[in-house]
């Protein structure tokens, strides 16, 4: 049974009607976002929390020890994002494919996730050295999103066709016509 959330055998989320501390509701929203990454054994899920809201907890303590509710949730889910995003990082750039490649991890993404860990749930726990069988499911489920960059030769671009009003010549051109005539009219050379 997880800590923060509780789940149904159909694996339903049931709403927790009293949270009690703001520890609490930290694990409840850090598992919440662990699950809706697909992540669903309720054990890790649970110790995955625990340590997560312990990390942001050390990083927002105070001198006095006191810890605000809001910045504990906010820093309890920044962790959990940037690990989320660190583990597949890490898991993408075991993959084989892109060690052959010699393709950059920052450019893949696991759009499956949620099915890797349901096939996988101890992913986590293997971030460094994930198994033989897990490597060739995220191989599969690797996907770039940022094309490979090919240098090329700029085409020449076409040069700016301004109206002929809009040129200051025109206008410099103009004047000069202009006072060439009035001269012309009144006489003076």
């Not at 050390?58 to 995003?85: D, F």
């Not at 700029?154 to 004047?175: A, F």
Request: one cysteine or more; glycine letters at 4%; charged letters at 25%.
């Amino acid at each position: 049974m997880i800590d923060a959330v509780t789940l149904k055998k159909s694996f339903v989320r049931e709403s927790r009607s009293a949270v009690t501390t703001g520890k609490d509701l930290a694990r409840y929203l850090v598992a919440e976002y662990l699950h809706d990454w697909g992540l669903r054994d309720p054990d890790i899920v649970a110790a995955e929390s625990r340590r997560i809201v312990e990390q942001a907890e050390a990083l927002t303590m105070t001198g006095a020890g006191e810890v605000s509710e809001h910045e504990l949730c906010a820093a309890a889910i920044h962790i959990t994002m940037e690990e989320v995003e660190a583990s597949i990082a890490r898991m993408a750039a075991t993959s084989i494919r892109d060690q052959l490649a010699g393709s950059p991890t920052s450019n893949s993404i696991v759009p499956r996730m949620a099915r890797v860990l349901l096939e996988f749930p101890d992913a986590i726990r293997h971030r460094d050295r994930p198994p033989a069988r897990l490597l060739q499911v995220l191989e599969r489920s690797v996907a770039p999103i940022i094309p490979r960059c090919h240098p090329r030769e700029m085409r020449p671009q076409p040069s700016t066709r301004l109206w002929s009003v809009l040129r200051r010549s025109y206008w410099l051109e103009l004047c000069g016509s202009f006072q060439s005539w009035v001269c012309r009219c009144v006489g003076v050379k």
